[in-house]
């Protein structure tokens, strides 16, 4: 089974802190995911990377940044923590090659910005 | 552009009834389709998906998809409905490497 491990379940942040949310994955999926999860918005991508080293800006990637160094593991960073972005963070993870397009995804990280 | 419209952010039935979430999509290109569940304090696990193998999709506990070209859309359905069910559920379609998720459809399951 493909596990994406999420480093954090809960995370209470201050304002103007700079925060790292890390995300693990055991498969060697080629792309990885950060999404934010909002009520009545659904997933909304921040960003994904096709694969080491290489990123891409998603829908919503202001106040963010990630970094891949590794084929496993994706970080996402919040520069300088605000108030809206209290959310709920997920990652995922997709095989590329001979692949059906599917998400593997994380048990999510809850972040509270005080 | 690839999008998705899920019908009804809150959906409640009773144990044993046909539970029935609705998923209409646009896409300009053969879409790929999803439904992921989300239960409380969890990631999202895949139901079931299409490829365009065949137009009605088995997924797990269960549940199934029909896949209709004419009314674009791709219905889940269960037959009846167990207390287990009750959580998040998401249609999704790929635009590849990303998908374009639904804003959810929360269903409750009442004894």
């Known amino acids: 089974d493909v596990k994406v491990t999420q480093s954090s379940r809960y995370l209470v942040k201050r304002t103007g802190e700079k925060v790292f949310l890390e995300c693990v994955q055991d498969m060697d999926h080629e792309n990885m995911f950060w999404y934010r999860q909002d009520p009545g918005l659904g997933l909304r991508l921040i960003y994904f990377s096709y694969d080491v080293k290489m990123k891409e800006k998603g829908d919503i990637p202001e106040g963010y940044s990630v970094s891949r160094e590794k084929k496993e593991r994706f970080s996402l960073i919040l520069e300088s923590a605000s108030t809206n972005q209290t959310s709920m963070y997920l990652c995922?993870?997709?095989?590329?090659?001979?692949?059906?397009?599917?998400?593997?995804f994380g048990a999510g990280t809850r972040l509270s910005v005080l | 552009a690839q999008s998705v419209t899920q019908l009804g952010s809150h959906v409640s039935v009773s144990e044993g009834a046909l539970v029935l979430l609705r998923c209409n999509y646009s896409s300009s290109v053969p879409p790929y389709l999803f439904w992921y569940v989300q239960y409380p304090n969890q990631g999202l696990q895949l139901l079931l998906k299409y490829t365009s193998a065949a137009t009605l999709v088995k997924g797990i506990n269960g549940f199934e998809a029909e896949f209709k070209k004419s009314e674009t859309s791709f219905h889940l359905t269960k037959p009846s409905a167990h207390m287990s069910d009750a959580a998040e559920y998401f249609c999704a379609v790929s635009f590849s490497p990303k998908l374009i998720f639904g804003t959810g459809t929360r269903l409750q399951v009442f004894p």
């Open positions: 995922a993870s997709r095989r590329v090659i001979g692949g059906e397009n599917i998400q593997y």
